[in-house]
């Protein structure tokens, strides 16, 4: 059995620094990488994706609303139109970036509410995908697994794009299958043993405990730990140990056509 294990990276900007990217690196198959929207800025962008680069991971494009202050995390009322335009813009960014360094752009990742407002949201499903798809049907879209996937992953085929399924195991979930908003208790997991033992029940099962304790169905195709988590190092090492010892190989992510 292979899974992609993901992180969020390069989210530093200017003079102030976020996350652990050069400690986290080895533990990871796959780097989501901020667009200069929520977070980082060119020199970021550049020096996140040489390091992916020189570790052998996949890389994306992780572009969000265009909310530095609030880091991403906020609902923006923007057009289907503005949306579509502002994915085009940070992901061409990215692209370029990884074109200066001889390696391909191979996922794009809505990131926060962006990501968020888009599950169970055909219309934003849609101007995401069509957005990805204007710039390259190789590159994968990654989605929140669970309930909406089906609908989903028909928009994706739609489009003539590839889904890849992700799932959390440093966030708590709601019985509906979404993750538990930032703002209440518990929505964050910080606990690598506990990380790494629902990143297993994912991989292996197929599910995940909600926080009222319903067990949620989801295909999982990649796993995320959150690099601005600050346990995040020891969340991706113990998810990968665990995951391995189980005889799971990490590796990119990998459409299924």
Do not use: W
């Not at 990217?21 to 200069?36: T, W």
């Not at 502002?86 to 962006?114: D, M």
């Not at 790494?196 to 909600?210: D, K, Q």
């Amino acid at each position: 059995m292979n899974i992609d294990l993901n992180c969020d990276m390069g989210e530093s900007f200017g003079a102030y620094s976020l996350g652990m990217d050069a400690e986290i690196i080895s533990h990871i198959s796959s780097a989501n990488i901020a667009c200069g929207f929520h977070a980082g800025d060119p020199l970021v962008m550049n020096r996140t994706v040489k390091l992916a680069a020189d570790h052998g991971i996949g890389i994306g494009a992780h572009p969000g609303f265009p909310d530095l202050m609030g880091f991403g995390r906020r609902n923006m009322d923007c057009s289907l139109d503005e949306i579509h335009n502002y994915l085009i813009y940070q992901i061409g960014a990215l692209q370029a970036f990884c074109t200066s360094h001889g390696v391909r752009l191979r996922h794009v990742k809505p990131h926060g509410a962006l990501y968020n407002m888009a599950v169970g949201n055909e219309p934003l499903a849609r101007a995401i995908a069509q957005a990805i798809s204007r710039i390259d049907r190789t590159i994968f879209m990654v989605a929140l697994a669970g309930k909406h996937a089906g609908c989903l992953a028909a928009i994706a085929q739609e489009e003539g794009i590839n889904m890849i399924f992700e799932a959390f195991p440093d966030r708590a979930y709601t019985a509906e299958g979404t993750l538990v908003s930032r703002r209440q208790p518990g929505a964050v997991i910080h606990d690598p043993d506990l990380a790494a033992e629902r990143a297993l029940r994912m991989a292996t099962e197929g599910t995940v405990i909600a926080l009222d304790g319903t067990r949620v169905p989801m295909t999982v195709d990649t796993l995320c730990v959150h690099g601005d988590n600050p346990s995040a190092v020891a969340l991706a090492r113990t998810i990968r140990n665990r995951l391995e010892a189980s005889g799971i190989t990490i590796t990119p992510m990998t459409a299924h056509v």
